[in-house]
């Protein structure tokens, strides 16, 4: 079975704080991807990586940062985070085999005061 | 501009009915489609797909349907269960180079299945 992990389930900070979200996954995926979800508004892409070192802008890339050093984990960086970031964030792998799906770890709700 | 859009945002049905999610898309790039369910506080689950290359798959209680000329598709389960009660996103894709393929999401409609 895939396993992708989240570093933490909840986590709260501070507007202006940089803020790191990381992820790992065990199944030496390829791809791999950073959305958000809000209320009323679905899953949109802020990142994603195709390899190691290698990074694209998805939808909403604005206000975030991505770094991916080795090929199992994909860290997503607020450099500053704002009130607008507070959101339910959402790591995604997938193989270069079945790109299309994508499996995903269980999230990470992020409160910024 | 939302290329793939889930109209209803809720839906209720009889447990041992037909419940059908419908999803509407307007890129004609898209070539394949999933559909994945969501529990709260859980990451989404990968349901189902098709190819545009086809116009149905079926897994088990779970049917999908494409029709390309109209682009829409819609997922059928039958019958319902109460544990089916989630959210459930439709989701498409296209190659966007170098072997990744981006899904585009709709906003969801949430299922309930009463008992």
């Known amino acids: 079975d895939v396993k992708v992990t989240q570093s933490s389930r909840y986590l709260v900070k501070r507007t202006g704080e940089k803020v790191f979200l990381e992820c790992v996954q065990d199944?030496?995926?390829?791809?791999m991807f950073w959305y958000r979800q809000d209320p009323g508004l679905g899953l949109r892409l802020i990142y994603f990586?195709?390899?190691?070192?290698?990074?694209e802008k998805g939808d909403i890339p604005e206000g975030y940062s991505v770094s991916r050093e080795k090929k199992e984990r994909f860290s997503l960086i607020l450099e500053s985070a704002s009130t607008n970031q507070t959101s339910m964030y959402l790591c995604a792998s997938s193989s270069y085999r079945v790109p299309h799906e994508q499996y995903f770890g269980p999230g990470t709700r992020l409160t910024v005061t | 501009d939302q290329q793939v859009k889930q109209n209803s945002p809720s839906l209720s049905v009889q447990e041992g009915r037909i419940s059908i999610l419908n999803c509407d898309y307007t890129?004609?790039?898209?070539?394949?489609f999933l559909w994945y369910k969501k529990y709260p506080a859980e990451g989404p689950t990968f349901l189902i797909s098709?190819?545009?290359?086809?116009d149905k798959n079926e897994d088990g209680r779970f049917t999908v349907f494409l029709n390309k000329s109209a682009k829409h598709l819609s997922l059928h389960i039958v019958p319902s269960q109460p544990g089916d009660s989630a959210v459930y996103f439709c989701a498409a894709s296209a190659n966007s180079g170098a072997g990744s393929y981006q899904l585009t999401f709709g906003k969801g409609t949430k299922l309930s299945v009463i008992p």
């Open positions: 890129n004609s790039m898209f070539d394949y």
């Open positions: 199944m030496d995926h390829e791809n």
């Open positions: 098709i190819s545009s290359i086809k």
């Open positions: 990586s195709y390899d190691v070192k290698m990074k």
